[in-house]
Each structure stands twice: as C-alpha cells, then as structure tokens.
C-alpha cells in the first residue's frame, strides 16, 4: 500500500494559487492528488517515493513505456541539433514522420498536416471537408468527445466536457453504438438498424440533405470505451456519402496499434476513411497532433495554412523515433496478444463481482463498466473509489463515460506478460477493496 506525506498537499497548495481552479478539480486521483516525480518503461513515482504500474499511460499518450530510451535519444540529438523551425521551411524529420504515416495509415491516406494536439486535428479534418464538399453540416456521436476548442466542444455530446455556452448549429448528434445502453431486450442486429436509421433521419430532418462529413471514434475513448458493431460503419458509410459527406474517423485513442493488428483502430471494420485524425500515442508523450488525408481532400484546402509550433523538428523526432520503435517490434500483435490475456483476466473479474455489468475493448483498451447490481444503473462512486483503491494499491487506471462509471485500461503497447498478471492482481485486490 502506498504511504503520503505532506509534500503532495504543499504542492498543491501551491498549485491553487497559481493554475486555473477548473485545472485543479481535476487533480483528485480517485480520492487526492498525486504529484509525479518521476517516471521510467512501466512504472511512476510519485513526491513521496511512492512506485505505481501505469495501466493508463497519461491518458493512452505514452504507448511505449515512460522515458523510452529510444525514443529519448532520438529526442535530444534533435533538440541539439534545430529545435524550432516552424512550417515556414522545408525540414526533413517532419517529411519522414508524413512518410510512414502515409504509408501505414488504410486506404488512399497521403496528406498530412501536423499540429500540437487531437483538438487542432480534429478542427482540421472539419475545415477540410467543409472546403471539400462545399457542404457546412457535421454529423458526430453522442457521447463523442473531440477536444477543448469552442467548435469540437460543440463536436463532443458529453454534458461534463461542453463549456462556454456557445455551439455550433451545424453540428449535428446521432446515437451513439453503445449496445450495452440499447433499449431493453434489443438485438445487437435490431440496435444496429436502429443506430443506421437514427442516422437516415437525421439527415432528412436536420439538415438539407447534404452535409460535410461523419465524424466518430472507432472506439468511444472519454465515452467509455465504447465498441461499435461490427457492420456498423459499413452500414452508415453509403448514407454519408449519398448526402455528399466524407469519413473522418478520429484515432486520437485508437492509433498506433493499441487495438490489436492493426496500425489502426477502423480497420477492425473494414473501411476507407477520407480523413484520420491523430494524437497522444503518435509521439510517446511530446505534443503532437495529425491530420492525414486523402489526395483531393487535401488539394481542395486552398490559401494559406500554418503552425507554428505543428511539425516542430523535436516534437517531429520523437514522433518518428516512437513509430519506428512500434514498427520494429510489431507491437500491434503485442497489444493483440497481451490485450486477450487482460481481457479474460477481466472477464474473470466481472464472474466475481456483479457490479462489473460490462467488460469490452479491443486490444490494449479495455474497460469496465460499473453499475449498482441487479440492473444497468450507473454507479459513479464506487467507480471513483475503485480508481482511488487501485491507486493506493500501487495501479493507475482511468475512468470515463457519460455517467463517469468506466474504468478505462489502457497498458503501453510494449506490455508484458508479467505485467499484465501483476496488474491484474492489483486489480482484483482494489475491486475487493470496494465489494463491500
């Protein structure tokens, strides 16, 4: 069990008096903050010498491991050599990383526009298709979430995450293919149809019939790990594109191999996208944002465009260090194999404890959806007290979904077995922990 002292408390007392109170409601790691001081492969040690196994990864961000020797070597002979250039110059680390990306990324992906974060992608992808198709309308999912701006604030259907009161009309919601809150007694195939009709109408009704894109996660991150059926995006796709839309499919979560065999997480359903959006795992940590798109998309993106931060060459030389270090290693096939082994581990878990109503994910993301027992009912506080229990175990995990009910665990792609085992045996000893 962990041991505290007062040294996190100073320091965040010391935090409240100069950082954005809404920064600092988020600090309660379960039950209190914890202040990190350092951080190596699987592990982080927080102020009091506390050593914790990282099943959440800074938010699915560092996919190989903290401090990755290889990918810290890479980092600082750039930072030695150019740190800053801007996209006002050619600069030969930022053309690699759009090499790769265009090579491993599904389909016809060839463009690539780097910014610092999935928001900036995401704002991208969405002036893109509305430049391309000459259409205004964006479709997205309820419980989406896309970022911090004010316009992808108006993208994410996630009542917690939508501040400022100013939306944006054009952004349309649809349900969500979140098959464990379907209506009662409903087929996985009748939910299925009634998500492709929800879609149908929603074009006929709330728009002209033509609109610019659908927008949506493979698989729902801040939603709660939420997994769409497998036909679903195949059934959707013709209606997108009979309304003049294109897809653009948001990898901020599911990139790079975390979903198992793939590099990316919608080629589990066996579609094209027109756009991807990337983030967090691209770069291991540094800030790092991608918009790849298809050939005319791309060309139809006329005037000016720039970031000055987008394609820094150090930002750049990690991006391409952590690709490269994924690719050697095929840990696609890693987070395949080791994602198995955690799943039955929680399958397992959810036969001895009813308030695990559901166990879904693919891959190295996997989550655990809490309700009071003996029904669907969210169970928001004993889902914070698990967090807080596993903490105090010495494991980080994460939490998410509308209701706040999912445990979200998401190991680096590099697992191993061992840690695997040992994680769960954390896990099973915070779960008993909170059974009572």
Known sequence: MVQTTSHTAALLKRQQQVLLPAQN????????????????????????????????GGIL???????????????????QTVGHTSTLYLNEV?????EKIAAITPGRLQYSFFTNSGTEADELAVLAARIYTGNTDIIALRHAYSGRSLSMMSMTAHAPWRLGNVFDGAIKHVRSPYYYRAPVAMSEADFLELCVRDLEELITTCTNGR????????????????????????????????????LIIDEVQTGWGRTGRYWCGIEHWGVEPDIITFAKGIANGMPVGCTVMTPEVAEAVKGLTLSTFGGNPVAMASAYA?????????????????????????LAMQASHQFIGDVRGLGLMQGLELVVPGGKTPDATRA??????????????????????????APHLNVSSADIEAGCELLMLALADVAG
């Open 25 to 56: 409601r988020m600090l309660y790691y379960g039950d209190q903050p914890l202040a990190v001081a350092k951080a190596k492969d699987q592990y982080l040690w927080d102020v009091e010498g506390n050593r914790y196994l990282d099943f959440f």
């Open 61 to 79: 961000t560092v996919s190989i491991g903290h401090c990755n020797d290889e990918v810290v070597e890479a980092t600082v002979k750039q930072l």
């Open 94 to 98: 930022t053309i690699k990383v759009a």
């Open 211 to 246: 609109i610019a894109a659908f927008m949506a996660e493979p698989i729902q991150g801040v939603g709660g790990f939420v997994v769409a059926p497998q036909d679903y995006f195949k059934r959707i796709l013709p209606l997108v594109k009979q309304a003049g839309g294109l």
């Open 322 to 346: 952590t690709i490269s270090y994924i690719e050697k290693r095929r840990l696609w096939e890693n987070a395949e194999v080791q994602g198995a082994r955690l799943r039955e581990r929680l």
């Open 384 to 409: 914070m007290a698990l967090l807080a229990a596993a903490r105090r175990r010495g494991l980080l995990i994460g939490r998410g979904g509308l209701y706040g009910n999912v445990i979200r665990i």
